[in-house]
């Protein structure tokens, strides 16, 4: 049979359960996968994501191609083996990333300040940019990002879009679409060609709806994907600004969705905003939540946690190791928590190389979260097995 | 018996052979310790040190004072209980800190440039300095020094000494050697203390032979050690700047000195110094050397290296991975090496982690360094035993 491909196992008005066969393992889903933006977990080497049972990863096509080169990643033969990492891989198109930089930051997409002709030009051919790495000019088009990723070799890879923000009109929103609708064709064509150089045999290809907040366009999408020979079905542009929201859009993007093909929601990674989502019958997410959270201190907790702190019912889905509440807390993050840092280390500890800026303080607590987020996704799968998932949302979640 | 003791098993005019029994286990001499300064080896956890089968971590009293604080750390259990690590401890004295902040960094003091008062002043009864972290006043004296160490629990602790630069004249080294040696006398008397509320029944006080590069200064602090009841001897101070006076001074330090005290030279880690520590006498070494090296992007490298690059005869001990020629190589650091890194990472990923600034690629090099000592450390145990040292200095060292 041709790789990869997806079997669902079962269709629940709560989430269905999969499996992503691919050429370098199988996925279970739903999944979450942890971003490996350049080709590492940031402080986390393969072998340790491998202990903790991480299914697989996903890599950055922007940041890989601007360093080292889609050829040195070619020559170690494939992202995985260049990264020491066995099991499946995905790249995105490198698209969020250039849009991103041209539309500025997140605050900057609130406060609705106009597109940085500096950083991007988007024309019909693609996205021009400069490098940030040395100020060199690109133009990233839709057959470059598929070149660069049959490159790189993931087992699967997106179409490059135009990710557009949340404070944009519906005309600015239909044109972007409706461009990244030709990019997606293009993109197709240019990965079914037999004689790319670095044509891969196993490699599926993702379609990424766009439409923003706007049900109409939303709804065109649908038609485009539905109608156009993609691997998977990517859900993409712009969410909304609330979970709310996003359950709303949500509802738009998979309305009339052919279902057969996996369905992977771009860039979500709050606990809440999965459980929506697996409920909705996405089957895949990913997002830097999880590992940038530990980073900066954040560790995920389970309600049990507030309930044992004494503390009044907390919406809250995390703690904050950084504060003083834990200079002597001489107890693991979780007790219940089989992860190796809650074995290992104790609260204050980890406060300690918090405060003292250790790496180490981060590292542990990124193993923590991806431990708790590969441990609530298995607890996922066998809710929707077991029809049980609403209560495997309290348990994670507390409501 | 009491411990912590000191058995010497074999002893050869090329290095000696013994074992420290401590409360928290066995260390094989001779022996190198990593500095895991403020509780950690930076971006590597005591999981992976053990792992590693590393003997013993060495953390730093100036650093843990300040942050998390002694109180801290002792209601977690000690050193090794707060930072998860189940082997021996060792904790210098906090003096080489606060002394290298006085006199400025090794530059600094290569152009002799006067000690900053801003920073340090140093009386009979101790040293006062400010807090780096919060400009707080403190004054470290030799018994507050071993107050915190107490505290902190290691299986073995230093007393307190001003760490003099190697441009000062004979008669300041003399002055702050007296000074020092008194130090070291109310240090020893502190710690015998029977009703210290922190006394542990079960550590070792080292001392720490002074006097720069001057010959009557290092025979009058051998005298001194001699005389007084120290569990082992530290050689400190000034040893010149190159390998030739390092050998020169060791000589100095080492003749007379009774040698049933282990003996452990402060601050040496390179390749080649170790080798003649080793073969002076030195049972224990520690350093920042290896670690700061891997987190750098350097590999210890063995000569057959070199031979296999097909380059010329390389006096050096380490390469670069930063380096362009590791762009697109794709073998690891070392093929023959066992070490996690070389079993899974190429010198192109390890190269490409450290242009990209991730993390992960520091925390794999100094794995890989971690590994190259301790199993360097053991073969040198090894020829002791098997009367081959020199042989295994050609073969680690090639010379």
Sequence with gaps: MQLPYFVLQKTTPYGRLGTLVTAHGNISTPCFFFCATKATIK???AQAMETLRTPVLLANTYHLMLHPGPNVIA????LGAFMGWRGPTYTDSGGYQIFSLGYGCVSQEIKGSPRSERYL????KGAEFFSYRDGTKWCLTPELSIHVQQALGADCIFTLDECTPYHI???????????????AQRSLSEFLREDAPYKKSYQGLYGISQGGIYPQLRRTSV????????????IGGSLGTTSKEMGEVLD??????????????????????????????IDTFDCVIPTRLGRHGGALIMPHYWKSAQESYHARTSINLLKSCFRNDHRPIDESCLCPTCQRYTRA??????????????ACLT????FFMNTMMAAIREGIAADSVAQVRTHWLGR
């Design 169 to 183: 009109s519906y005309d600015q929103t239909r044109v972007a679409m409706e461009r990244s609708h030709r990019w």
């Design 367 to 370: 193993l923590h979260n991806v």
């Design 121 to 124: 030009r988007i024309s019909e």
């Design 43 to 45: 402080g986390i080497d």
């Design 349 to 362: 500890y980890l406060h300690h190389l918090m405060k003292s800026k250790e790496i180490t303080g981060g």
């Design 75 to 78: 020559q170690a033969g494939g």
């Design 252 to 281: 738009m993007a998979l309305e009339g969705l052919c279902l057969n093909r996996p369905i992977h929601l771009l860039g979500i990674g709050k606990i809440e905003d999965i459980f929506d989502g697996v409920m909705k019958g």
């Design 223 to 234: 038609e485009f994907l539905n109608a156009t020979d993609f691997f998977g079905h990517g």
